[in-house]
């Protein structure tokens, strides 16, 4: 049972342009979300966060946006770089469950 | 410079046999987490610790086995036991389990030929 899902294994937008990447998740009880990105045989590096408190948070070029009602979020990156393209996850963890749960991963590549 | 380090970063070891992968950190965190990558897949969680001594199964602890006697080291064997051990593993730190930012080292890539 796959608790928090990316739909999309990639994703590929020109240089310039907004990248949004989605996640779902089904446990009601996750309360704060991240957003890791990864090259290939490297370990994951923290983008942003948000908890369930906030709809939105900004860091930079990263805005992670959360709908609570909809158990979705989103990662908005503008304007997007070359050096963006990379796998991203998306993870939660919440309640008494200290875990993070990750999705499988949107591999975005940003085109020149 | 605070981090976490694994090591090695490739690693090759023949069937049957017990290997140990090392993770250090000096970022004085108290948590410390051993997870699993394949291919398309999203990271599963092994084992983690939240305290020097004390350590609980993940998802997947079946044939991996681990030892927190140090609060900066978190040692992963996989054991012989592990049916499918090739594969990316990576360690992670925070200050506490729970609301808090997971921070990661670079991976080992392990190849069980």
């Known amino acids: 049972d796959q608790q928090v899902k990316q739909n999309s294994p990639s994703l590929s937008v020109q240089e310039g342009r907004i990248s949004i990447l989605n996640c779902d998740y089904t446990?009601?009880?996750?309360?704060?979300f991240l957003w890791y990105k990864k090259y290939p045989a490297e370990g994951p590096t923290f983008l942003i966060s948000i908890s369930s408190i906030k709809d939105k948070n900004e860091d930079g070029r990263f805005t992670v946006f959360l709908n609570k009602s909809a158990k979705h979020l989103s990662l908005h990156i503008v304007p997007s770089q070359p050096g963006d393209s990379a796998v991203y996850f998306c993870a939660a963890s919440g309640g008494s469950n200290y875990k993070l749960t990750f999705g499988k991963g949107t591999l975005l590549t940003v085109n020149p | 410079d605070g981090g976490i380090t694994q090591s090695p970063k490739y690693l090759f070891r023949k069937e049957g046999q017990n290997v140990t992968l090392s993770c250090e950190q000096n970022?004085?965190?108290?948590?410390m987490y051993w997870y699993r990558q394949d291919p398309g897949q999203g990271l599963r969680l092994i084992y983690y610790?939240?305290?020097?001594?004390?350590?609980q199964k993940g998802d997947i602890a079946e044939g991996y086995s681990v030892s927190r006697e140090k609060k900066e080291s978190f040692p992963l064997t996989v054991t012989s036991a592990q049916k499918n051990p090739t594969a990316f593993y990576l360690c992670a730190s925070s200050t506490w389990t729970g609301a808090d930012t997971q921070y990661f080292g670079p991976g080992t890539r392990l190849t069980v030929l």
């Open positions: 970022l004085n965190h108290d948590a």
């Open positions: 610790s939240q305290i020097v001594n004390d350590f």
């Open positions: 446990n009601s009880m996750f309360d704060y």
